[in-house]
C-alpha cells in the first residue's frame, strides 16, 4: 500500500520539487495544498500523466486555521491516513534594517512562518498520534540558529520553526510519531523574487557568484529522512552551498 505524503506550499519552489521526487519514487501518494489552485491543477496533472501517480489537490491558506481543518476533514477514504506531513509553506516579504520594518510584511510573515506552521503540524500531528505513527518534516533554515543582517522578523519565524521542531519531537517521544527539521541554506526558487516582491534584480543578486542548493537538493534531503529505518529518527539536517559555510560567511566561486 502507498505511503500518503502531505505537502504545503506545493505550488513552487521545494514543495514542488518534493512532490516530483516522491512521484517519481513511487509508493507515494500525495496532498497537494497551496494557495494557487491553477498551479496545483497543472502539477497533479503533470505528475499524474508521467508517473501515474494519485493526487489530490487543496487550495487554502495555513493561516486559516479552520480551512486547513475543514479541507483535511474534507480527505477521501484512501487519503485520511497520512504518514508523512511535509510542513513547508512559507515565505520572507523584506530585507530591510529592523527600524525600517513595515508591520504589514512582518504580519505576513509571522502569520505563515509560524501561525500557519503550527496549524498545520498540530491538525495532522494529531492524527498522526491517534493512528500510531507518522513523520513530519518541518522545514526550517539556518537562520533559525544565525540571524543575519537585515533578517530581523524572518529569522525570528525561523528560530520559533527551530523551537517547536524540538519541543514536537519531545511531546511526541513514545507516539511513534517522527520528527525531522530541514535546515537549508541559500537555495535559489521563487523566494528571494517573493521577498523583493517581483523585483528580479534584487532577486538575483542574493545568489550571485555562487551556486545556489536547489529545490531539488532539499527534496532529496526530505526523501532521505523519511526513508530510514523505523527505528531511526533524523532530527535536523542543515543542507548549505559549498561557498556558504553559515549565515555570515559566504564565498563568491565567479564573478
Known amino acids: 500500500m502507498n505511503k500518503v505524503v502531505f505537502i504545503t506550499g506545493a505550488t513552487s519552489g521545494i514543495g514542488a520539487a518534493t512532490a516530483r521526487l516522491f512521484a517519481k519514487t513511487g509508493g ?33 491558506d495555513v493561516r486559516d486555521y479552520r480551512s486547513g481543518v475543514a479541507a483535511l476533514d474534507a480527505l477521501t477514504e484512501n487519503f485520511r491516513h497520512i504518514d508523512i506531513l511535509v510542513n513547508n509553506a512559507g515565505r520572507a516579504t523584506d530585507l530591510v534594517k529592523f ?36 513523520h513530519i518534516v518541518n522545514l526550517g533554515s539556518i537562520a533559525g540558529t ?20 524540538r519541543g514536537m519531537r519531545i511531546d511526541l517521544l513514545g507516539t ?8 537549508p541554506g541559500k537555495v535559489e526558487t521563487e523566494f528571494s523574487l ?15 557568484g555562487i551556486r545556489p542548493l536547489t529545490g531539488d537538493d532539499i527534496a532529496g534531503a526530505i526523501l532521505w529522512a523519511v526513508t530510514q529505518p523505523a527505528h531511526v529518527n533524523i532530527d535536523e539536517i542543515v543542507v548549505t552551498p559549498v561557498s556558504q559555510a553559515n549565515s555570515y560567511y559566504n564565498k563568491k566561486e565567479f564573478e
Open 28 to 60: 507515494y501518494d500525495l496532498i497537494l495544498a497551496g494557495r494557487r489552485a491553477d498551479r496545483l491543477r497543472d502539477l497533479k496533472k503533470e505528475l499524474k500523466e508521467m508517473h501515474g501517480t494519485n493526487v489530490h489537490v487543496m487550495s487554502f
Open 99 to 134: 527600524q525600517e520594518g513595515d508591520i504589514r510584511n512582518w504580519d505576513e510573515v509571522i502569520d505563515i512562518n509560524i501561525k500557519g506552521f503550527i496549524y498545520m503540524a498540530r491538525i495532522v500531528s494529531e492524527r498522526m498520534v491517534r493512528q500510531g505513527g507518522g
Open 146 to 165: 544565525e540571524p543575519y543582517e537585515s533578517g530581523n522578523v524572518y529569522c525570528a519565524t525561523k528560530h520559533a520553526v527551530h523551537a517547536l521542531s
Open 176 to 183: 511513534g510519531v517522527k520528527v525531522t527539521e530541514i535546515r
Open 194 to 208: 517573493i521577498r523583493f516582491h517581483g523585483d528580479e534584480a534584487k532577486a538575483a543578486k542574493v545568489y550571485e
